[in-house]
């Protein structure tokens, strides 16, 4: 689509980002969880549970698979979308990196299909379920890098110095 997009580290909260659109690490119901789920829920408003629950009754009636995205309002949030995607929970029994890289490739493929120029993503799977800070980072940079994209920066929003540190090794 267009030259590599710039890969930027910021260490904070990723409901404070000026950008098109931030992901949401959702779980599969769509109707807000823990974690980055929550605070975009919270901040946001009740526009985007709203608009998910029209999705739930179409379409996702069974709720969003895993390593998939979709698109709502953004609501109160200084983005004009939120990407929902639905991480893997990690198994040592199984490899599940292809699902984790599907939620960076399908959410900028939702970004390109909604224009977005600026997207942040959290660190996808690495809280509650379960996903080893160090090889997150790694799916998550190599699954950017790979990806043919029209977005122009693409921004890792991390909530503490693990999460950056891990994700700067993976950029290096």
Not at 20 to 30: F, G, H, K, Y
Not at 39 to 45: C, D, L, M, W, Y
Request: aromatic share 6%.
């Amino acid at each position: 689509m267009s030259a590599q997009p710039s890969l930027v580290l910021v260490r904070g909260d990723i409901t404070e980002q000026h950008v098109d659109a931030l992901v949401n690490a959702a779980n599969s119901s769509l109707l807000g969880g823990g974690g980055v789920d929550g605070a975009i829920h919270r901040k946001g408003g009740p526009a985007i549970l709203e608009e998910c629950r029209a999705l739930r009754a179409g379409h996702y009636g069974g709720g969003l698979k895993t390593g998939s995205a979709v698109a709502t309002t953004a609501g109160r949030l200084d983005a004009r979308w939120v990407i929902h995607t639905v991480g893997p929970v990690w198994s040592r029994e199984e490899d599940r990196s292809e699902q984790l890289a599907s939620c960076y490739r399908e959410s900028l493929r939702v970004a390109d299909e909604l224009g977005a120029r600026t997207v942040a993503f959290p660190a996808i799977s690495t809280g509650v379920y379960g996903w080893p800070l160090d090889d997150g980072a790694r799916v998550a940079v190599e699954a950017v890098r790979a990806a043919d994209t029209g977005v122009e920066e693409i921004r890792f929003v991390l909530f503490d110095e693990a999460a950056y540190a891990a994700f700067e090794a993976a950029l290096s």
